[in-house]
């Protein structure tokens, strides 16, 4: 049990009724998780408005309600506090209520729209490597040093977020890790978190959506550094030209690193080959078994952030040579037929354009470019047609089929692709509805030497229609129809 006035230090009240002396169990902010004495918070959101279920809570047993208006009906013996903004109080309140875990360990978020799953579960694996206690909140799970939960969101809800930073400072970790989503941002989700550090990896297309406009994404995101204290560092790519803006208002200590451009951390590739990079990291040399150009910065923003950490030079050049691929981020292997299979999470156009530039400076022109990819139900539409387009001028040859149709006609997302595909290109294309039906189909068009992408849902193991997740996993199914010989 804690006070509730107590738990909602740094929360801009505007009302009060009841008493906030009472003593109050747990915080909920959906009506339908409310029991005995809990405080529920009415959050308007993208669907539903929690303020419509109020009377729910309270009916369920809540003690206390946290809301931006207050209910016309006041029931008696209930304490009612009316708020500025619900997400935010949430989120303070949840920092309160865990005891403001982030303050005893060292947190570090990644934002940008791609790399932040790579950048932060490299960060996690290479001070694990360094003898830390570490932890991690990802796409993919999330690590409380050496035990891993499943991850539901990217970012997920603060209370979520200060719940597993608590489990944290239990087990003694001194590093996190995290991904901030820009729906996070957006909702508040990562408000009242002490931050050591921030890093942005790029901007591109995503999301159009949710936010209204480009404008608006690139301001979300910005809206993190802005709110870094002047005690944490900022470290970004000056190689995308919103770095620059990303560092305009923030009051962390800047630093920049880029490929292109002058930077504090600059990293030069000199190969790119299947094997691995062979990159020069300030003046340092070091081979890493990660693979592509955009890797190359992955790897720079490690390597930044580690010395900004404290960690010696050499110990984490050595680490970084050791790292491993992150699970379905260019995931791949060569088959007995000697065809090689790759597995990508690139479901954004920037992702995608990357992930097949990269094949091809390393693929020689005889041999073959499958790829099969498609893009999310209930999500930005405006994506599809340059994914389209990218995949079809890219590759030699592409199928375009299903990924997470959710409530959307899978066949009318195909054809929001095929409507990007220039008329040279259209012979490469062909589509085919069903995931499993089209990775067959690339796997038999295949001849040895030539190379299979799967893109857009890398690590997942679903797909998922109309609410409903069936298993799906690209990786498992493309090493189920060719003979798999080494990884
Ligand atoms: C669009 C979006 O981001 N929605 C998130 C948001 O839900 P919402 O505001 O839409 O909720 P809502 O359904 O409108 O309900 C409003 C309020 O009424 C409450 N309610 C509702 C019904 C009821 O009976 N009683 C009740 O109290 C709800 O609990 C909620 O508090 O807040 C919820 C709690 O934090 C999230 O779980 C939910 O994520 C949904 C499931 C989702 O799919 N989000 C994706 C898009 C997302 O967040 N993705 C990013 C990654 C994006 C990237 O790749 O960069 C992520 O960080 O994961
Ligand atoms: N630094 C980068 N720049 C551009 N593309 C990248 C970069 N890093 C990874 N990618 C591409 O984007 C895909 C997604 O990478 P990753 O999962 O690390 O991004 P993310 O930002 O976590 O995505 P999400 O928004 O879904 O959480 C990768 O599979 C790869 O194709
Ligand atoms: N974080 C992204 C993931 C997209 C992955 C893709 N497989 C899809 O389902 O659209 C989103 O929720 O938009
Ligand atoms: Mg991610």
């Not at 932040?116 to 001070?127: A, D, E, G, I, N």
């Not at 994506?383 to 890219?394: C, E, F, Q």
Request: glycine share 6%.
């Amino acid at each position: 049990m804690k006070v509730l006035k107590d738990i909602l230090y740094k929360v801009t009240i505007n009302a009060v009724v009841g008493s906030t002396s009472v003593e109050v169990n747990n915080i909920e902010f959906d009506s339908r998780n409310v029991k005995t004495n809990d405080v529920f918070v009415a959050i308007v959101g993208a669907v539903a408005n929690g303020h419509d279920y109020i009377s729910k809570a309270v009916s369920n047993g809540a003690r206390a309600i946290v809301c931006q208006k207050l209910p016309d009906d006041l029931v008696d013996n209930i304490t009612y506090i009316e708020v500025e903004n619900s997400s935010q109080a949430l989120a303070f309140m949840a920092a309160n209520y865990y005891e403001n875990p982030s303050e005893n360990l060292k947190l570090v978020g990644t934002t940008g729209t791609n790399g932040k799953t790579t950048v932060s579960s490299l960060l996690y694996q290479l001070f694990k490597k360094a003898g830390y206690k570490v932890g991690l909140l990802s796409t993919v799970k999330v690590m409380v040093n050496d035990t891993e939960y499943k991850a539901t969101h990217t970012t997920p809800d603060s209370l979520t977020i200060n719940k597993y930073l608590q489990l944290m400072n239990n087990e003694g970790v001194e590093f996190c890790f995290m991904e901030v989503s820009s729906h996070g941002i957006h909702q508040s989700r990562t408000e009242g978190l002490f931050f050591t550090g921030g890093i942005f990896t790029n901007l591109s297309h995503d999301h159009l959506d949710y936010h209204n406009s480009f404008a608006e994404y690139r301001d979300v995101k910005k809206a993190f550094f802005d709110d870094l204290p002047k005690t944490a560092f900022c470290l970004v790519n000056t190689d995308d030209k919103n770095g620059v803006i990303m560092m305009q208002n923030t009051n962390a200590k800047k630093y920049t690193y880029a490929l292109k451009t002058y930077a504090d951390y600059k990293a030069q590739i000199l190969e790119n080959q299947f094997g691995g990079l062979l990159l020069k990291l300030n003046e340092n040399e070091v081979w890493t078994k990660l693979i592509g150009n955009f890797n190359a910065y992955n790897l720079l923003a490690i390597y930044a952030t580690s010395e900004l950490l404290g960690l010696d030079k050499e110990e984490s050049l050595r680490y970084i040579s050791e790292l491993e691929s992150v699970s379905g981020r260019f995931e791949y292997f060569v088959s007995e037929e000697k065809i090689t299979a790759i597995v990508d999470y690139a479901h954004t156009p920037d992702a995608l354009k990357n992930v097949l530039e990269t094949i091809n400076t390393i693929r020689t022109k005889n041999e073959e470019l499958i790829t099969v990819v498609g893009c999310g139900g209930d999500r930005d539409a405006a994506k599809r047609p340059k994914m389209g387009h990218i995949a079809s001028a890219l590759s030699t040859k592409v199928i375009f089929t299903s990924d997470n149709p959710r409530t959307e006609n899978p066949q009318s997302i195909i054809d929001d692709i095929e409507a990007g595909v220039e008329a040279q290109n259209f012979k490469k294309v062909i589509s085919i509805l069903d995931r499993k039906q089209a990775i067959k189909t690339a796997c038999q068009m295949a001849q040895p030497n030539d190379i299979i992408l799967i893109a857009g849902k890398g690590h997942e193991t679903y797909q998922e229609v109309n609410g409903e997740r069936t298993d799906f996993d690209d990786y498992k199914i493309v090493g189920e129809l060719l003979n798999q010989l080494q990884k």
